[in-house]
T-cell receptor, first 114, second 114 residues
Framework: AQSVTQLDSQVPVFEEAPVELRCNYS??????LFWYVQYPNQGLQLLLK??????LVESINGFEAEFNKSQTSFHLRKPSVHISDTAEYFC????????????FGQGTELSVKP | NAGVTQTPKFQVLKTGQSMTLQCAQD?????MYWYRQDPGMGLRLIYY???????DKGEVPNGYNVSRLNKREFSLRLESAAPSQTSVYFC?????????????FGDGTRLSIL
């Protein structure tokens, strides 16, 4: 069975500092990888995805994630965070050919302080 | 662009009452999903519908039923609500069930059962 582990439940950081949100997954088959962001009282929004090809993927607002197959990781990074990045971040995997179901990690609450 | 619309946004029920959560998408997507979100547990799949006319159980289906009314609508029913079903419920949709396309989420239904 597939599973996703987000290693930090809460990450406090000061504005303009770098941040890394860690995600590890376990699967014996090929997966697609996603990061979603959830702002308070809203649904989830796609931040970025890895399907194939280049292992480094980027979002339009400065986040990036690197797929590491040997370590089964998909960590999310941003070199300089803003107050507006305060939100909960979810890592998720989808297994090919299994109905598009997403398996989510527990979530990481990013809190950016001035 | 409405995307995925969930109704109601909030609901309080008494133990044993029944209710139906509604979900509709206007993106002509084939696949639809119901998740529940609980603190520290991420999102867990309740039921999904890979295409119109089909439904399948997810990770936590007990106590729930679903109906894929047509291509646009996918409802979730609680026949006899229990306090353990207090949660935030999210509906999502995706164009195809292959797993390589991101899901689009509604804003959620916050359900409290007393």
């Amino acid at each position: 069975a597939q599973s996703v582990t987000q290693l930090d439940s809460q990450v406090p950081v000061f504005e303009e500092a770098p941040v890394e949100l860690r995600c590890n997954y376990s699967s014996s088959v090929s997966v697609y990888l996603f990061w979603y962001v959830q702002y308070p009282n809203q649904g989830l929004q796609l931040l970025l995805k890895y399907l194939s090809g280049s292992t480094l993927v980027e979002s339009i607002n400065g986040f990036e994630a690197e797929f590491n197959k040997s370590q089964t990781s998909f960590h999310l990074r941003k070199p300089s965070v803003h107050i507006s990045d305060t939100a909960e971040y979810f890592c998720a995997v989808s297994v090919r050919g299994q109905g598009g179901k997403l398996i989510f990690g527990q979530g990481t609450e990013l809190s950016v302080k001035p | 662009n409405a995307g995925v619309t969930q109704t109601p946004k909030f609901q309080v029920l008494k133990t044993g009452q029944s209710m139906t959560l509604q979900c509709a998408q206007d993106m002509n997507h084939n696949s639809m999903y119901w998740y529940r979100q609980d603190p520290g547990m991420g999102l867990r799949l309740i039921y999904y519908s890979a295409s119109e006319g089909t439904t399948d159980k997810g990770e936590v289906p007990n106590g729930y039923n679903v109906s894929r009314l047509n291509k646009r609508e996918f409802s979730l029913r609680l026949e006899s609500a229990a306090p353990s079903q207090t949660s935030v419920y999210f509906c999502a949709s995706t164009p195809m069930q292959g797993g390589n396309q991101p899901q689009h989420f509604g804003d959620g239904t916050r359900l409290s059962i007393l």
